[in-house]
């Protein structure tokens, strides 16, 4: 049926803003959607060929009825697509933005399923959730992200949204980070040791999941 | 105990205690005249800094609450920047200084930096959601504020527009390597509008706003609707943001 493609597209987009992560491309469907729209145009382009380009709907009501179903499924299935791969991408930015390496994570996730494959390459293997063109959208909006950022590198836009409160935070290191400078010297973050720090110094850090902020 | 502590002296009811500028929020009758000259004094008096701080807090509230971009503030952010660098070397050039009162007196710039930073950060991510958003009617919108002589400011940061640009672009390469690449010819394009529907989103006009009034306006008619509102100074409305748009774009309406 005509259109069918397009909406599990969109029911599997519907999900995906409710997920915590990214399903995997679906690109079958993708590729079924787009196959459909071709096979329709074509479906047009015959339909259209006796005319000869004089052709008037008001005469043939049929005839435009048909073309217009094509042209409207046509249509919707690009709407469905559009709407699948813009959510996708908004969930990519989004995690850009929230500092996760999207890639890496991808890596590690094919690592671990696929051996010694590297980075998947094709979409037909299942250990990768993004399609080649996704990957490379989000290396190239890391960089536009970046190069953003890098213009307002004073005010830190990727720093917590919440209203800072105080200066100084209470915080426990949930895993070993290492030793940090600060202003008042170096501090060693070993696991489970409890610091007084500023929270500039050390937001990066609990966005990565090393220290838990105490309230 | 409890009657004690009612209020008994006469002085509760006498003349409210002298305040450089008078609440806003409850119009005096009459007064209005001295209120503005009060208003004039009391603005030039408070240093400038102040004022920034002021004028980035409603900025940053207004843009938080409108439905649509507002206009990039140039003047205010350039200021508001510098200040934020300056205030940044000064604590660089004083820390290892170990007199406890210079450090007590970082602590309170820091704190001030810490919330400046803050404003400013959440300001700018509310604009590159809207930005995010509806990147291809706020590009028209800005393309126009740019040939507009009305407009005193453009819409868009010379960044921001860059930022919009190369997102834009980068996201039409990425639709049309994934599938649009393959499809009919007359069908390639992402800002369409055969059929009646626009391709480009636009942000919600009719959406409501709390909006709270600086000067008087006069009467102000709600778009589609048989309603004609009269807002005074004081007053507070939840209106539809196309109705008030013209006024709050003019600053003698508020947004809270």
């Known amino acids: ?215 | 105990m409890k009657r004690r502590r009612k209020p008994s002296s006469p002085i509760h009811l006498s003349a409210p205690p002298l305040t450089v500028r008078p609440p806003l929020y409850f119009p005096v009758a009459g007064a209005m005249d001295i209120d503005d000259i009060l208003a004039d004094i009391a603005v030039e008096t408070i240093p400038q800094e102040t004022r920034d701080l002021q004028e980035l807090t409603r900025c940053w509230v207004a843009e938080r609450v409108a439905p649509e971009i507002l206009a990039w503030p140039v003047e205010l952010m350039e200021r508001v920047l510098d200040r934020v660098r300056r205030q940044i070397e000064l604590v660089e050039d004083q820390t290892g200084n170990m007199d406890p009162k210079t450090n007590f007196k970082l602590i309170v710039i820091q704190t001030e930096l810490e919330r400046f930073k803050f404003l400013v950060r959440s300001f700018l991510r509310a604009r590159i959601a809207k930005i995010d958003k509806h990147p291809l009617h706020i590009l028209a919108q800005h393309n126009a504020s740019l040939t507009d002589p009305d407009a005193r400011n453009p819409l868009l940061s010379p960044s921001e527009h860059q930022y919009l640009t190369s997102h834009q672009s980068l996201l039409s390469t990425h639709y049309s390597s994934s599938f649009l690449g393959q499809f009919p010819a007359a069908l390639q394009r992402l800002d369409d509008t055969a059929g009646g529907i626009s391709m480009v989103d636009k942000p919600d006009e009719d959406c409501a706003v709390f909006v709270r009034c600086l000067r008087d306006v006069g009467e102000v008619a709600v778009e589609g609707t048989e309603k004609v509102i009269r807002i005074k100074r004081g007053d507070v409305w939840v209106v539809r943001w196309c109705a008030v748009r013209r006024w709050v774009l003019a600053g003698d309406v508020e947004l809270v």
């Open chain 1, 1 to 215: 049926m005509y259109g069918e493609v397009g909406n599990k597209l969109v029911q599997h987009a519907k999900r995906t803003q409710s997920l915590a992560h990214l399903p995997p491309y679906q690109s079958e469907m993708v590729r079924a959607a787009t196959r459909e729209v071709r096979d329709l145009d074509k479906d047009v382009a015959t339909i259209l060929e006796p005319f000869a380009g004089s052709f008037n709907p008001s005469t043939e009501p049929a005839t435009a009825c048909a073309l217009l179903v094509n042209h409207l499924c046509m249509r919707r299935n690009k709407r469905c697509l559009l709407a699948y791969h813009r959510t996708r991408t908004d969930k990519l930015e989004e995690m850009c933005w929230s500092g996760v390496d999207v890639l890496e994570r991808q890596q590690q996730q094919s690592s671990k399923a696929g051996g010694d494959g590297g980075p998947a390459m094709g979409t037909d293997s299942n250990s990768s959730s993004l399609s080649p063109e996704e990957e490379e959208y989000v290396r190239q909006y890391s960089d536009l992200l970046a190069a953003y950022k890098g213009q307002w590198t004073d005010i830190d836009l990727t720093g917590s949204l919440e209203p800072p409160r105080d200066l100084f935070i209470d915080v426990r290191v949930l895993k070993d980070a290492g030793e940090i400078q600060t202003e008042y010297g170096a501090i060693t973050l070993t696991k489970n040791s409890q610091f007084y720090v500023r929270q500039g110094d050390v937001e990066r850090l609990i966005a990565q999941g090393y220290l838990q902020r105490l309230s």
